[in-house]
């Protein structure tokens, strides 16, 4: 079956950077493209950004444009976010996601993903 699995999150000062890593298997990973996700306490499940399957089309939420990077390594199955210049608002848990079809373009809403990894936490300090 379809595994995600998250590593990277930590805790950092405002201003600092982590970088997520996504690894994936059970399927063709280069066929699909990648959401990343996040969730801070008392709120909704939110967009960060998508990458399609290719990598040649990608998505960001306003909030993180300028400062996320997605992308991706097909030959190690595995989805990055790259974060720079974080802020305490971005205290979350972070979560990658997978559609399920083929061949998609970068996908902003959850509803679209059917396989999430069980989240890192990443906590920005002021």
């Known amino acids: 079956q379809v595994q995600l699995v998250e590593s990277g999150g930590g805790l950092v000062q405002a201003g600092g950077s982590l970088r997520l890593s996504c690894a994936a298997s059970?399927?063709?990973?280069?066929?699909?493209?990648m959401g990343w996700f996040r969730q801070a306490p008392g709120k909704e499940r939110e967009f960060v950004a998508a990458i399609s399957w290719s990598g040649r089309s990608i998505s960001y939420a306003d909030s993180v444009k300028g400062r996320f990077t997605i992308s991706r390594d097909n030959a190690k199955n595995t989805a990055y976010l790259q974060m720079n210049s974080l802020k305490p608002e971005d205290t979350a848990v972070y979560y990658c996601a997978g559609p399920a079809n083929q061949n998609s373009p970068p996908l902003a809403h959850a509803g679209a993903y059917d396989y999430w990894g069980q989240g890192t936490q990443v906590t920005v300090s002021s």
């Open positions: 059970g399927r063709t990973f280069s066929e699909y493209g």
